[in-house]
């Protein structure tokens, strides 16, 4: 007899984009809260402040627990209630709470993580430091670049984190070497009476990144683990300029693929950018598939 394959729910609360990719046959991907009326966000949120239930605002997908093995909640979910709901209404289901953000960027632990769920991060000092299960950051296999003629030689977008002054100095290194990159950072925060730099969609992103030679990952202060900008590299098969020095000992590593800032030789970075991918083992990319990434938590 065959065995019955692991039902997952994810209970998402990112890039919207990769929503659809994480449904399969065995995976289910949702927001914790179901779609309402503007009227009825107002409801809501006045329940929140009276700190009244919040389990009648929760998507479909609590119908539906009955055929699921496993939840994994996206860190963090401001409704603290979720946990120890799953958890009384199905204590058999295993509860997985999965950081994909350094704790000190999203919040520490507390006793509910702890008693009622699996606690695992993507960050190998947060694990060694909050006794947190790893594993790895992950891609989709499905996800694809659209066809554009190439028109800059790296791109960098994403939010602030500290990074400002970092990413301006690198800017002006390749524009001073005639490079041609994009650059779009994102505030922390909008300085109030100010205009400021929206997020854009990802499916945006990804038609700069198909317009680009190579993509530029630069590693918060404090972050040990991988972003998604080398897991893009290896998955859509564009060089990575990194200011990751640990990343040499990643199993995707190549030199010919991978330009580390304050190691490499700055002189090599027209020919890096300028010579083709590698292409590297399919079964190193596929070991970050999220297929793969949820068969780690067993």
Request: hydrophobic content about 35%; overall charge positive.
């Amino acid at each position: 007899m065959n065995k019955k394959e692991e039902e997952f729910l994810i209970i998402f609360n990112s890039i919207p984009y990769f929503l659809k990719y994480f449904d399969s046959k065995s995976v289910t991907a949702t927001w914790v809260l179901k779609e309402i009326s503007f009227p009825l966000k107002v409801l809501r949120k006045i329940t929140r402040l009276l700190k009244l239930p919040q389990t009648y605002w929760y998507g479909d997908w609590k119908r539906d627990l009955n055929s699921i093995d496993t939840v994994i909640i996206f860190a963090p979910i401001k409704e603290v209630q979720l946990i120890r709901y799953i958890k009384n209404s199905h204590p058999n289901i295993k509860i997985i709470y999965w950081y994909w953000n350094p704790v000190f960027r999203i919040g520490q632990l507390n006793s509910l993580h702890l008693n009622d769920s699996e606690v695992w991060s993507f960050d190998p000092l947060d694990c060694k430091q909050n006794n947190m299960k790893f594993n790895t950051t992950f891609y989709f296999k499905k996800i694809s670049l659209p066809l554009n003629k190439i028109e800059y030689d790296a791109v960098f977008v994403g939010r602030n984190k500290g990074r400002a002054e970092l990413l301006n100095k690198l800017e002006i290194k390749l524009r001073n070497k005639n490079l041609n990159p994009y650059f779009y950072v994102i505030p922390d925060y909008n300085p109030k009476g100010k205009k400021y730099a929206q997020k854009i969609p990802y499916s945006q992103y990804l038609e700069l990144v198909s317009k680009s030679k190579t993509i530029i990952d630069i590693s918060p202060d404090k972050q040990t683990g991988l972003t998604l900008r080398p897991m893009e590299s290896i998955f859509l098969k564009k060089k990575l300029i990194t200011s990751d020095e640990t990343i040499i000992n990643q199993d995707f590593y190549d030199k010919r693929n991978i330009f580390i800032l304050g190691k490499d030789n700055d002189d090599e970075l027209h020919s890096f950018i300028n010579s083709p991918y590698k292409d590297i083992s399919q079964d190193i990319v596929d070991s970050y598939d999220v297929k793969n990434w949820l068969k780690r938590f067993n």
